[in-house]
């Protein structure tokens, strides 16, 4: 097959900015597909330039309903000019398991530069919110379990120092980028470590949000002095436990009925202490991430802040 993509001269064509602006993928995400695996074929300006037609654009949208139904991106070329009736090839039939262990395996090991190598790699080759949907959010309900029944600091110290590092050069470039609304992003008082805050942070500033990151808890009677100072238009408090009682039940509901901004709950969390927070004034978000992200622009507009 050839490399070259073939369009009538009067096609209309889109430079990679303004693909990745239609499609939601970015520009590192397409250059990779295309390199790695062929799935997309744009034509080249005499400089070299990418220029997508619309059918690269269909195809595009299509390589997303695979990966968003689970499918690895290794498994999708095969799949795209099938019937759209064909369904996703079993789970087990996927290379996400392997991908998980290989990054389990690789956290355990404590060996930054494939950590490295991995992180990067899913970054560049899935939208984030496939790659925290299949790889890093299980990953990281996996590790808390083991560790949960088996403390090992060594690894949880230094994966959180990895992924603060990567997140927080990410957000500062990013928050420099746009010109989004303010997120003031906390952890919760009993999660013994960042992870969860972590991942909020990127999928939130994948989305367009500015993000103000504490990885420690900020305290509840803090929070109004905090949004008014940070000029922040909403409050997200992210944990991986389940919170004690008094906190869930008593203090946060008080400091969200006093707080001007809207207050919301994701992560392990927003699960387990669903039938907890449902019909009070914090919003319960859920504990799939990218879909709790999604959630914020709505309520944003809901509460007249967009």
Known sequence: MSNKATHPPDTPLYPIREVSRLTGVNSVTLRAWERRYGLIRPQRTPKG?????????????RILQWLNRGVPVSQVADLLDQPETVEAPAPDAGDWSSQRQQLLAVIEAVDLPKLEALYHQSLALYPL?????????????????????????????????????????????????????????????????PL????????????????????????????AQAVSRLHSSMVLLSSGQRECDNYIRVALPKAAEALGVPI?????????????????????????????????RPLLRESGIL
């Open 129 to 193: 919110s496939v790659a925290i949907n299949e790889l890093w959010q299980p990953v990281i309900l996996t590790l808390e379990a083991k560790w949960a029944a088996q403390p090992d600091d060594l690894v949880r110290r230094t994966f959180e120092a990895f992924l603060r590092s990567q997140v927080g050069t990410r957000l500062h470039y990013a928050n420099q980028a746009t010109r989004g609304p303010l997120i003031l992003l906390s952890a919760m008082p009993d999660d013994p470590g």
């Open 49 to 61: 330039h990418r220029l997508y037609a619309q059918d690269d654009i269909s195809r595009i949208e």
């Open 196 to 223: 969860w805050v972590l991942m909020s942070a990127l999928m939130a500033s994948e989305q367009g949000y500015r993000v103000q990151l504490f990885d420690h808890s900020l305290a509840l009677e803090d929070l």
């Open 264 to 296: 919301g709950v994701c992560g392990e969390v927003a699960r387990l202490r669903e039938n907890d927070l449902r019909d009070g004034p914090v919003h319960m978000l859920g504990d799939d991430l990218p879909q709790a992200i999604a959630r914020l």
